[in-house]
């Protein structure tokens, strides 16, 4: 008896696909309920996963709480709602519902075929100056970087007033007497979720790296330094911004903070009273807090020194070696301060004219560093200047930090390429967080003319922070080699561009110097 052709056929496609497996769950059961995602090729995304309690009524202020459980499938295809802000930064752009004070939510990116597969995790940490942000903007959507066979977690927490207000209130109906860094513990009861139920979804909670930038950064250093997070992660990569400067977010003590915070609460909102702040509606809290104060701009709600996640302030705690001591890969843009140069002032004049103010009798030291003998010169030397303060410095003082009292490599780098732009627009450069759609591969989640270059240096770099989470060390083959940031091999940096190679540290001077002038 023969076989028919197209019986044959059939059976020639069940054993092709058979060989693939069978096809990844999109299903997946966590500690609070099953939920149910979505396929994009190689990379299941399950999206809007709670973590914690909606932090609203008499959960306002306060650490997060667990999350309710669940019975059925949750769908987990949308992302959830993001946290109270107001429209402060105009390159942000969200793909979730709006703001909320319900929004301890989180998602999960992973290209795992199975629970086994025991891949490294990346969770990203967002940027925003503790006032705005979210995880469903799409330059860091975690679905490309998952295909470099890595894990990627992103969470939303609680920003501004409603994440960093301290009062002495507050202090005292806590069990720990401390408050104000609400968003930061949303960070580790998202670690601790990561903890919990990352296995069922391919991923290895022994293998945990943190990531974040600008304030997502300045968290990665502040979760290093709490004793709170440790054990919670076990690598860190830190671009721009370290908890370690006075002037960019500063980290106040609780005592400091909570005085200020009390006349904003009874001039601003009528009250000290915990009951009556937590009834006001939260759209009211925003819009007073996000008001101008005497023409100086909104006050400023960000993390403090409370006695608890932060026993003491970050620099302090590196010194002494209290920090979570892991593997740190870390650095900042080429052109962080392009955005505060001043058009139109005479750029000689006004160096000099910052020199005096900012390093009184160094100033002729001052201008040796960071030099004037042309106005071009002297705009590219401001430049550099308004980077040094706002990221380079505090980030260059993390990094030697953990190099001094860890045991841990570091890796330090720079990003140089800048950014394509209308010819008819000022050039950008390397800005503040250009950085970002290169590391997710999310060229194309911005309009922008992308050139062969920018999309091999996003492939490169996407390479290097995956191999830095699978094994602490962000070499592999075909990338050019990074050293490890340290004294005996000349502090190398890799300089990330098109012809990425590592170097000398060529601005080493300057931060020295202004380590004599900031680094108390």
Known sequence: MGVRPGFLAVLVILVHLASYGAPAPLQVKTDTG????????????????????????????????????WTGVRGATEFGARCMQGPIYSDMVFRDSGISEDCLYLNVWTPAKNAKAKLPVMVWIHGGGFMAGASSEPRQDGGILARQGVVVVS??????????????????????????NYGLLDQVAALEWVHRNIASFGGDPANVTIFGESAGSF?????????????????????SGGAFSSSALPFEPLAVRSQRDSQFAA????????????????????????????????????PDIDGYFLPEPVPAIFAQGKQSDVPLLSGWNHDEGAFEVVQGQSPLDSLKATATKESGEKAEEFLRLYPASNDAQARRSLQDFAGDRFIAWSTWRWLEAQTTTGKQPAYRYRFDLGVPH???KPDPGAYHSAEIEYVFGMLDSKAVPWRAEDRALSDQMQKYWANFARSGNPNGP??????????????Q????????????????????????????
């Open 34 to 69: 099953t939920v149910e995602g979505k396929a994009s090729g190689p990379v299941r995304s399950f999206l809007g996963i709670p973590y914690a309690a909606p932090p609203v009524s008499e959960l306002r202020w306060k650490p997060p709480a667990p999350a309710a459980k």
């Open 155 to 180: 969470m939303n927490y609680r920003l501004g007033i409603f994440g960093f207000f301290a009062l002495p209130e507050l202090a005292a109906e806590s069990d720990k007497k401390a408050a104000g």
């Open 219 to 239: 968290s990665v250093s502040a979760l290093m330094a709490s004793p709170v997070a440790k054990g919670l992660f076990h690598k860190a990569i830190g671009e």
């Open 267 to 302: 001039s601003s909102l009528g009250t000290q009273t915990l009951n009556e702040l937590r009834a006001i509606p939260a759209q009211r809290i925003l819009d007073t807090s996000l008001k101008k104060d005497d023409g100086q701009g909104p006050p400023r709600f960000s």
């Open 422 to 424: 209308a010819p008819e």
């Open 478 to 491: 075909g990338l050019p080699q990074w050293p490890t940031y340290r004294s005996d091999s000349n502090w």
């Open 493 to 520: 940096v890799m300089y990330l561009s098109p012809q990425s190679a590592a170097g000398k540290d060529v601005a080493r001077d300057r931060y020295l110097f202004l380590n004599t002038v900031w680094g108390k």
